[in-house]
């Protein structure tokens, strides 16, 4: 079984919507869940968020979880959207580096952008913008998952 466990900020952008991505993938075997290194537990998921999720005709309710040993030890591949999130999740839990990457690291490996932009307080198309880049990355991440 793999248990991938996506990791922003507040819970309410990125990681939801990098979780109803891989969820509506319906992969057997393949469990996926989202929380926030500074998420407050039970928030919707942001108004935009949820209108591009809907727009691309996935069904996925949220409530924000915050990051919590249960979590992290639950994850099988625990993927950040920033190297900030990353660093933030080793420091506290040295022993999970082997498992946990940004999102962009694991598929690109590029050394110079590994961060996905956060769409917190923007426009809609910035979270559309957000949300086609985490599409195409989730798309590489089921294939080097099934490797």
């Not at 942001?46 to 915050?66: F, G, L």
């Not at 946990?100 to 961060?115: Q, V």
């Not at 198309?125 to 991440?141: C, G, K, S, V």
Request: net charge negative; charged share 30%.
């Amino acid at each position: 079984m793999i248990r991938v466990l996506f990791v922003c900020t507040g819970n309410t952008c990125r990681s939801p919507m990098a979780e109803a991505i891989l969820k509506n993938k319906n992969i057997a075997g393949v469990e996926v869940k989202s929380a926030g290194v500074y998420a407050s537990a039970g928030q919707d998921a942001s108004m935009h968020a949820k209108n591009v999720i809907t727009e691309n005709d996935i069904v996925h309710n949220h409530y924000s979880t915050p990051l919590s040993e249960k979590e992290m030890e639950w994850a099988t591949h625990i993927f950040t959207m920033t190297e900030g999130h990353k660093a933030v999740i080793i420091r506290a839990n040295p022993k999970i580096i082997d498992k946990t990457f940004t999102l962009k690291e694991f598929i690109i490996d590029d050394k110079y952008d590994r961060d996905i932009i956060d769409p917190f307080g923007g426009s809609e198309d910035l979270y559309r913008e957000t949300f086609r880049q985490l599409q195409e990355l989730i798309e590489e991440l089921v294939i080097r998952l099934k490797e």
